[in-house]
């Protein structure tokens, strides 16, 4: 895993000494992400310069340092990422290439020079972003992988086009602050994430997964942002199948995990407890020669805490498992931190313990293997199942005078009845939507109360309600908030995770079968094919139990140990909100009129984020 950086001036009024020495200063802002070893390369003639920061995983020699060019001279690659199925790819290439090493970037570099960009890319599978100059066509081509696991950010800044692995790593090329671009902003508002392609400085965007874009020196002559918009082209996407219409999806798995495995550094596995996780570590066992090390975190809020449940399948499994215990303090003071890391504001408070884990398992491991994509891929959130209950319970009936009716009255008055005012005033907002589409894209936010962004879906028509929330699921909230989490909890401990469940064949062959064999039906939940084949490991006892989820008691911390933080952001004047109105969401809050949390966070973390991210 690394971090990349680069620009391009086709003014070529950077000097060679000042674009390397400006390259270099943006990746040592990744050095978390690459601690081993770093590496410049520069074209002066072209104004392009470009830099990479390694966490050696595979081939640790010189052989797999970056920046890497082609054998023939013609092409340069910075890639972040890994490659897992590098072998099948060196299968189509001569058999007279006389390799440098073992390393996949070299492999994938000769792969996009022999076969060409397309042609590579139908082939690859794993987790990528990468930058290739040709300096013949003299283009610069982006690329990232499926389904958005490694982030790239492009931009025009300081007049220049740039691009890096995390958006801190333009701060060396300008002096005041960039931008905010208010329609991200709005978005953020609204998910409490920012959906790609945008970002919340303005000309900067993210390319989106499973896209590349090609860039020439006539694009960066006009200097204008919205080349990048208009030239990005999907070269995969998400849909219904039929490629893996014959497959069995324990030897797709089995595959996905084997493939994960290969590693020259110390391996190990996250292990909650839950299906998908279980199952990515029973299938590691089975085909590891050694006790497989896994690890978990316990918290002492037992709502909080899975390690128990993790213990008894590590237990079963047989594997080296280690509970690392965490104390309320040191989860409490990895939050302000949480700008510095995420660079941009975002709200998913489930980032605290995923940072806690990660620098505790990097304490012995480089690499490690998870069970993220379980949910989106296999029909796995009990929110899809709850919304498809409310909407068919209320087909026939008119659902905004119900919803009017619901509100009649406050979330604190309701309370003071015995009942759940908060769900009764979700359950009225859901009501009062006017589509599927917008109801589905309720579920993930933070805050209902502000406008809906408009995304521009394009949802099949020939797709279920249920694969419909799968679709945008996968197409939003995986890449934007679950894997954005992840990457920058575990780059941020200079870690790397692998997720054998968003495996390509295993997202095309979960498409390839009906909506019906992914749910238990008379139990209201999905994943079933996934807790059939996790049942062949362990005894479904240990396993047969409501998900819990990686949720610290935020509300709980904001009333007590957060209370003075929370209050100062609050009334600080970041220039972002209208303090007067957050104010009184924070009074609504702490009076318990309403229970706002959610959208209080994402407020929290915006103020914090402009407070120290604002360069």
Known sequence: ??????????????????????????????????????????????????????????????????????????????????????????????????????????????????????????????????????????????????????PIYIGFVGGALAFASELKALRPLVEAALPIDQKAFAQFNYFGFIPAPHTIYDGVYKLKPAHVLTLRESDLAAKDAGVILRKMTPFWQVEKRAEHEGADLKTLLKQAVADRMIADVPLGAFLSGGIDSSLVTAMMQEQSARAVKTYSIGFSDHQFDESRHAEKVAAHLGTDHTTYHVTEKETLDIIPQLPEIYDEPFADYSQIPTIALCREARKDTIVALSGDGGDEVFCGYKRYFMLKKLLDATKRMPRPAIAKLITIAGQDTYNALGLNGKRLHSIAGFLEEKSLESTILRTLSVNPDMPQPALGLNLSSDLTDLEKMMMIDTHFYLPDDILVKVDRASMAASLEIRSPLLDKDVIEYSWTRPIKEKIFADKGRGKKPLYDLLCTYVPEELVNRPKQGFTPPVARWLKNDLKDWADALVHADTGLYDTDVIGKMWNGFISEKVDNHSALWSVLMAQSWALKNKF
């Open 1 to 150: 895993m690394c971090g990349i950086a680069g620009l391009w001036s086709i003014a070529r009024s950077i000097s060679a000494e000042k674009g390397e020495a400006l390259v270099s200063a943006m990746a040592d802002t990744l050095s978390h992400r690459g601690p081993d070893a770093s590496g410049v390369w520069g074209e002066p003639e072209s104004g392009l310069y470009v830099s990479h920061r390694r966490l050696s995983i595979l081939d640790l020699s010189e052989a797999g340092a970056q920046p890497m060019s082609s054998h023939d001279g013609r092409y340069v690659i910075v890639f972040n990422g890994e490659i897992y199925n590098f072998a099948d790819l060196k299968k189509q290439l001569p058999a007279e290439i006389n390799w440098n090493g073992r390393s996949d970037t070299e492999i994938l570099l000769e792969g996009l020079a022999r076969l060409g960009v397309e042609k590579t890319l139908s082939i690859v599978k794993g987790m990528f972003a990468f930058a290739l100059w040709d300096k013949q066509a003299r283009t610069l081509t982006f690329a990232r992988d499926h389904v958005g696991k490694k």
